[in-house]
């Protein structure tokens, strides 16, 4: 079989970035629109609705993505891009997105009743995007850098995620998250889905860390 070129390589590359960066524009932007009927029905108005949003790790990684895949196709990057240049954080927002995905199609799905249009941004934000974006990742060439020691730095986001949705939800007794409700399903049980939840996330960083190793060996084997 023969090896994509350098160019191809690079062309594919920023084909699947510009086609991410605005799927996710698309459906962040589409998600506040269709959502309007269901934040209403909240008391929320159009601005706290947009921070209320901005609660779900869906949103906050789906904006990550878009960030990385602006900074892969940005010609002057400035400081947020260089971060978002770095393959570890790159990794990162990987097992993260692959998290999302996993967490919402076997734990949270069908907990809330969605119109066709939420429909379709639910298939956007929990599907295709994070789809593209391990498609993406999947080929840059740079994963050689990633290590194992690298995963307990990744997860210290999530993690500090976890806390500041809990003592909110402790607080004003609303959890966002059905598997974190304290009141409904008892502290021992939100506690396991925690640790499962935390423990699939190293699982993911775990896997990605060798697929990374896989391929940078195959990289640097002898033609034959």
């Not at 080929?139 to 999530?158: F, G």
């Not at 021992?188 to 896997?207: D, F, K, R, T, W």
């Amino acid at each position: 079989m023969a090896c994509m070129s350098g160019s191809s390589h690079s062309e594919l590359a920023r084909r699947l970035a510009r086609s991410g960066f605005v799927l996710g524009i698309v459906a962040i932007v589409a998600q506040y629109i269709f959502f309007q009927p269901l934040f209403r029905q909240m008391g929320l108005g159009p601005i706290s609705s947009a921070f209320g949003m901005l609660m779900f790790l869906t949103i906050l990684t789906n904006l990550m993505i878009v960030a990385v895949y602006w900074s892969s196709l940005a010609t002057a990057p400035g400081r947020i891009s260089a971060f978002f240049s770095q393959t570890g954080v790159r990794t990162a927002v990987a097992a993260q997105i692959a998290l999302v995905a996993i967490v919402y199609i076997t734990a949270i799905r069908g907990q809330i009743a969605l119109t066709s249009p939420m429909m379709v941004t639910d298939v956007l934000l929990h599907y295709l995007a994070p789809a593209l974006y391990l498609t993406w990742w999947w080929q840059l060439p740079e994963k050689h850098a990633v290590s194992y020691s690298d995963i307990p730095r990744w997860m210290a986001w999530p993690i500090t995620y976890l806390c500041l949705i809990m003592m909110a939800g402790l607080s004003t007794g609303a959890f966002i998250y059905p598997i974190l409700d304290v009141s409904r399903l008892g502290t021992g049980m939100v506690a396991l889905n925690i640790v499962l939840v935390l423990g699939l996330l190293a699982v993911l960083c775990a896997s990605l860390v060798l697929v990374a190793k896989v391929q940078s060996a195959k990289a640097k084997a002898p033609a034959r």
